[in-house]
Every structure is written in structure tokens, then in C-alpha cells.
């Protein structure tokens, strides 16, 4: 009983370009409503509102688009007219304004943000050095990654 090895034959779904937009390759073959949501700092209500601005099929493809399109959409990123709570960065903490953040920027100043809590000594900063949860979850149970585990004491032979 020998089993025959069938030959594999390439489909059309295999034909997959890669789309890199803002530092970031994403497969061509997801919808679009998905693909944004792919970069860092887009959320899915924020994928969303783009493509309603900007006015896209949220069922096309990310290959699809031309790159003058992607040109646009990665602009619009860049420099998004939404409303103010759609943003991720609101009251900015250098200038006070409101921004959005995505891609490598926003890996950045996430790790400035951080720095500067431990640089002023706050309680979220002590938290984040002492590798602790920072929004107030218990630590009974939970986050003993990080800690020695003591080991149980042998039971003595007679």
C-alpha cells in the first residue's frame, strides 16, 4: 500500500505580492480594513475611518491599489484630519497637542515615555523597572515569571 505523493499544482491565491507601507510588509492578498490594521498604531475603528474618508472598498485587496493610492493612504496616515479621540497620542506631553502616532515613531516615543516615568521616579516608572504590573492588576497569582521560585524542602529518609 503505497501512498503516491500528489504534485502540487499552483493556483491564482498564490500569486501574493508583498505591499510595504510605513516600515511595514504586508501581504497583498488581505482585505485592506485588515491589512491598515497590520500597522503599528492603526486600530480597527481607525482602519475604518479611513477608509470611509478616504473613500475605499473595504472588501478590495491590498495589491489591488495602485501605488498612487497607497501613496495617499500612506500620507493620510501620516497626517490624518479625524476627529481628536481617534488619535493615540491626545494632550501630547511636548507640545500639548493632539497626534497620531503609528510605525516606528510610535515604538520610539512609547520607549521615551517610559524612560522619562523611571527618569522622575513615579509610581508607574518604579513599576516598569521593577518589571510589576503598572495599572494596579493583582500580583498574588499572576506576574511570578520573573521571580525565584523556591523550591520545596526535600522530605527527610528514615
Known amino acids: 500500500m503505497e501512498t503516491e505523493k ?9 500569486d501574493v505580492t508583498l505591499v510595504r507601507m ?3 510588509d504586508i501581504r497583498g ?12 498604531g492603526i486600530s480597527w475603528t481607525l482602519s475604518n475611518a ?5 473613500e475605499l472598498d473595504k472588501k478590495q ?19 490624518p484630519k479625524i476627529p481628536s479621540f481617534l488619535k493615540n497620542r491626545q494632550k501630547d506631553f511636548d507640545d500639548g497637542e ?6 516606528a515613531d510610535l515604538k520610539l516615543r512609547k520607549e521615551f515615555d517610559i524612560k522619562r516615568l523611571k527618569k522622575i521616579k513615579s509610581y508607574k516608572g518604579i513599576r516598569h523597572s521593577a518589571n510589576l504590573p503598572v495599572r494596579g492588576q ?8 520573573n521571580k525565584k521560585q523556591s523550591v520545596a524542602a526535600a522530605k527527610k529518609k528514615k
Open 22 to 24: 510605513l516600515g511595514k
Open 61 to 79: 485587496r491590498i495589491q489591488d491599489f495602485s501605488k498612487e493610492d497607497l501613496g495617499n493612504i500612506e500620507n493620510f496616515i501620516k497626517n
Open 29 to 40: 492578498d488581505i482585505k485592506i480594513e485588515t491589512a491598515l490594521t497590520k500597522i503599528n
Open 50 to 54: 479611513i477608509c470611509k474618508i478616504l
Open 6 to 14: 500528489k504534485k502540487y499544482q499552483r493556483r491564482e491565491d498564490d
Open 98 to 103: 493632539d497626534k497620531h502616532i503609528s510605525g
Open 138 to 145: 493583582r500580583t498574588k497569582a499572576n506576574f511570578r515569571r
